[in-house]
């Protein structure tokens, strides 16, 4: 849309300039995805300072105590009352880091996992960018993730920090490749990268040498009963990928101080924090779409929107429908997502870290192995049925 | 010679493939998560829940005043002798007209005291009592020096229940004691 001839247009007919620039605005191919940028890009913070409080009061539930329960109701606003510590405390530089490098390893931790989120499809005109190459996009862009604790291990120059990024750079390295290999085996059965269409195969129902079964088996269509084995694999390699227990080897407290971020403090080491947090709900997230059935619940969504559009207001210049519709699938995907990210606190305080070498053995002898026999078996079993 | 190999028992399939465990193990976190645990809401929200303290408990020493609302201590100074950690000095000063002394200055240094109640005990007056106080804080060093007047503030807040500071004048109870024994004279 030509947007200068309408503001023109309208400013001459309605006289009124800023309802005008307003109308253009809103009618423009812009609107949509700038409001999704700010909206979203607005939720990965907040979802995050959410997860350190449900971490942190978890596991204090878990280890029987109350954990922080001052700050707010029920301390929820525990996390921005610690932002503000973080922003006050003084940022201490160390005189022996490489200056650049030091300073652009948090910024690495946190931009990839937002960026991240971009491909991931919220519900079904809920997604900012809906590229055909999704899921290599997304895995391209969040794979970046270990520069910053690579480089935030090199940079410090002193030895943990360093010991800790080179065990990080091994691992989320290892674990990429059972984690693509997991994900290729999803993509094989859907047909497409797209992710978008990922989540719409797994909401139709089996469809058997071109015929589609009944209605029953819309309720067995996500990719985890369909690829257990795979679903597995991904869970496991993506709680490697973001150095989350049990393979905390990069940070390891007992071994390493605090791994690659020991040199780090006020908003720089914040900075990682969040980047920590931002990969975990990244990895949810995919798996979520990949597994879980995105935004999609047994086609019981269309029957809501459905009962919602017919009682929707007229449309005016916002479509109330579409809006709800939104705000329902996304609803649906942020449910699901936050019940694997609980998962993944929860797995937290169960299990003990492993050790560097069983953790090499895993993810190169087992998990490797098991996820490319499963991608075999998979490539048969599509190849039979379709 | 006398050593014996202990062989390791060879691992299920379910063992070696470590998720059952896993699972096992998150069954157990649950447990607790939800409260099913045992133990969830042992912990006491200080500042709105306090400890019900023990009768014996020693907490800030303290001064206390009689039924007519004069200081018991007479100066004697066996408190400062006896204190350990050198935390009471007092000066003395007498009072017109009476027999005996009262303290002039009466400090208390709380980052000395160690709580031992050798005052209460050596006190030949029943004029110190451990009181039942146990927050203590201040942001300079003279802040936690506690005087006279703050020694006698904390005293007053002990109950009958507390210490049981005994608020019948000195020589009013030697009168009625020998009077009950049928002894005249002083």
């Known amino acids: 849309m030509n947007a200068l001839p309408v503001l023109l247009a309208e400013t001459v007919s309605d006289g009124g300039v800023w309802a005008s620039v307003n109308r253009t605005f809103v009618e423009s191919r812009w609107a949509y995805p700038l409001l999704l940028v700010l909206v979203v890009g607005n939720v990965v913070p907040l979802l995050v300072s959410f997860l350190v409080w449900a971490e942190r009061r978890g596991s204090a539930l878990i280890q029987d105590r109350l954990g922080p329960n001052r700050v707010g109701p029920f301390g929820l606003f525990q996390s921005f009352a610690d932002l503000g510590k973080f922003l006050f ?101 859907a047909g497409s990268l797209r992710l978008q ?190 | 010679m006398a050593y014996v190999t202990v062989r390791r028992r060879e691992l299920t399939f379910a063992e070696r493939l470590y998720l059952p465990s896993i699972l096992k193990g998150m069954a ?28 014996f408990y020693r907490g800030v020493p303290s001064l206390v005043k009689d039924a007519d609302g004069r200081g018991k201590c007479v100066a004697c100074s066996l408190c400062e002798y006896v204190c350990p950690p050198r935390a009471i000095s007092i000066v003395p000063k007498s009072i017109e007209g009476v027999v005996e002394k009262a303290p002039e200055v009466f400090d208390i240094d709380m980052l000395r005291c160690i709580f031992c109640g050798y005052c209460e005990e050596v006190c030949p007056e029943e004029a110190i009592f451990m009181s039942k106080e146990y927050e203590i804080c201040g942001e300079t060093r003279e802040e936690l020096v506690f005087h006279k007047e703050r020694l006698y503030e904390i005293g007053a807040t002990l109950g009958a229940d507390a210490g049981v500071p005994d608020a019948e004048r000195k020589w009013a109870k030697l009168a009625r004691e020998q009077g009950e024994q049928g002894v005249t004279g002083g």
């Open chain 2, 28 to 55: 157990h976190t649950l447990k607790h998560f939800v409260g099913a645990g045992g133990r969830a809401g042992v912990t006491m929200q200080y500042p709105e829940e306090k400890w019900q303290l023990p009768s």
């Open chain 1, 89 to 189: 405390k003084e940022d201490v530089t160390p005189g022996h880091v490489n200056k650049v490098l030091y300073c652009l390893a948090p910024a690495i931790a946190v931009i990839p996992p937002l960026v991240a989120l971009a491909f991931v499809p919220y519900g079904r005109n809920v997604m900012m960018a809906d590229v055909d190459t999704g899921i290599l996009a997304c895995f391209a862009v969040s794979s970046l993730h270990v520069y910053s604790v690579t480089l935030g291990g090199w940079a410090s120059n002193s030895k943990f920090p360093l010991l800790g990024g080179v065990r990080a750079t091994a691992q989320m390295i290892s674990y990429e490749i059972a984690l693509g290999v997991s994900a290729l085996a999803v993509l094989m059965v």
């Open chain 1, 197 to 386: 269409d990922v989540v719409l195969h797994q909401a139709d129902g089996w469809t058997v040498h071109g015929e589609t079964l009944g209605a029953w088996s819309r309720f067995l269509d996500w990719n985890v009963v369909k690829q257990p084995i795979g679903a597995i694999v991904f869970l496991i390699a993506g709680f490697a990928e973001t150095n989350r227990h049990p393979f905390d080897m990069p940070e390891a407290e007992s071994e390493l101080a605090a791994g690659y971020h020991t040199e780090y403090s006020s908003m720089k080491f914040a900075l990682f924090f969040l980047g920590e947090y931002a990969a975990m709900i990244v990895v949810s997230a995919l798996f979520t779409t990949l597994y879980l059935g995105g935004w999609t619940l047994f086609g019981l969504e269309d029957v809501l929107a459905d009962w919602v559009r017919s009682s929707a207001p007229e449309a005016g210049w916002i479509n109330w429908a579409q809006v709800v519709e939104g705000v329902l699938h996304s609803g649906i995907f942020f449910t699901k997502t936050l019940a694997l990210l609980f998962v993944f606190i929860w797995v937290r305080w169960t299990l003990p870290r492993f050790r560097y070498d069983q953790l090499m053995r895993l993810g190169w002898m087992r998990l490797l192995p098991l996820s490319l026999a499963w991608l075999a078996l998979t490539a048969v079993g599509v190849g039979i049925l379709r």
